[in-house]
Structures are given as C-alpha cells and as structure tokens.
C-alpha cells in the first residue's frame, strides 16, 4: 500500500513538472490605446491628416476644373467642328487621366499619403514594439497579443494581463 501511495506521488510529481515545463506565458496589448495616450503619434496623426486635406483639396480643384471643361463642352458642342469636338474630348480624356493619376499617387497603394504614413507613424510604432519585446523578456511571456490588430482577436480578455500600461511607462508616459 505504501509503495502504491510512493509511486501515485511520483507520477503525480511528474505530470506536474511536465505540466509546467510546457506551460506558456500569455499577455495581451492595446496599440491602438497605447498610441492614442503618446503626444509623438497625435502630432504625427496630425500631420498625416493636414497632408492628406492638403492632397485632396488638390484633388478637388482638379475635379472642378474637369467638371467646367465637361459643361463647356456640352454647352458648345453642338456650335464646334469635327475637328474641335474632338479636340476638346481628347483634352477632357488627358485632364481625367491626370486626375486618375494624382488620386493614384496620393491615395493609392505606395502612394504618397502610405509613404508619408511609413515616414511619420513606422518610427512611433518601432518604439512601442522595441518596448512590448523588453517587458516580455523581462515579464517572461511566451506570447504577447495585440488586441486592436484584427488578426489577432480576442474574444475574451483578462485585465490583469494587459500590459498597455506598462508599455506607456517603458515610453516615459
């Protein structure tokens, strides 16, 4: 009975050594709350956004002087040659590919509002990476979660896990 007793004791000893051997640190972060609380990433974002008004009024004023040369044209169309008919479409083709053209430059995928975005926002958010990766080693986290990123969803969270404080202090805030 006492060797039975010894040898559950083992085993039991030895499921739990296994047990917290695999055992995985978890944490959860909020960036989106982390970079809302840091006066670099609201002046960016302040930037970023006076850029992008500034473009699109750009943009705008391009679309109204297309709009004046399309009413123009309607108005007069029917007064105008062939050859000018044709030479006022041509212009109003060339003036709406321009502006296809700067909308695609400005706003469109590595356009200039992405690049500025890279220029202002990446070097914030490197920050707050490099200090989610010091708490986790020094905390020992197997995994550390971003609950704003939409990958990365959370059903479910418990506050005492979130360190987005703790980022905010690692950052001097």
Known sequence: MKKSIVSFILVLGALFLVQSTYAQRFAYVDTKYILEKLPDYKA????????????????????????????KYQAEEFLLTADLKKQREDEIVKAE????????????????LFKKRQELIQPIQDKVFDAVQKIAQ???????????????????????????????????M
């Open 97 to 112: 590919d321009e502006l296809k053209d700067l909308q695609k430059n400005r706003f469109g995928y590595n356009g200039d």
């Open 138 to 172: 020094m905390r020992s986290y197997d995994f550390i979660f971003d609950k704003a990123s939409g990958g990365a969803a959370m059903l479910y969270t418990n506050p005492q896990y979130d360190v987005s404080e703790e980022v905010l202090k690692k950052l001097g």
């Open 44 to 71: 960016a974002q302040q930037k970023l956004d006076d850029q992008a008004a500034t473009w699109q009024k750009e943009i705008d004023t391009k679309n109204e002087t297309l709009k004046k040369m399309y009413t």
